[in-house]
């Protein structure tokens, strides 16, 4: 899933933090399909992690 501006919702602090989350839950899947150790896999989750803890 990738960014649109169609998910704004008008508040720019949160509309960063949702395209951000929309961009680590690419590279979670990237990551999970490419056979990325599980250190990579496990960064982008806390960073993920940390971003949903935002709301």
Do not use: C
Not at 4 to 30: C, F, V
Not at 46 to 53: K, N, Q, Y
């Amino acid at each position: 899933m990738k960014w649109s501006n169609e998910y704004r919702i008008g508040i720019p602090a949160i509309d960063a933090q949702h395209k951000r989350l929309l961009e680590l839950i690419q590279e979670l899947t990237t990551a999970l399909h490419s056979g990325l150790r599980g250190s990579d896999v496990a960064r982008t989750i806390s960073m993920e992690l940390f971003i949903t803890r935002a709301f």
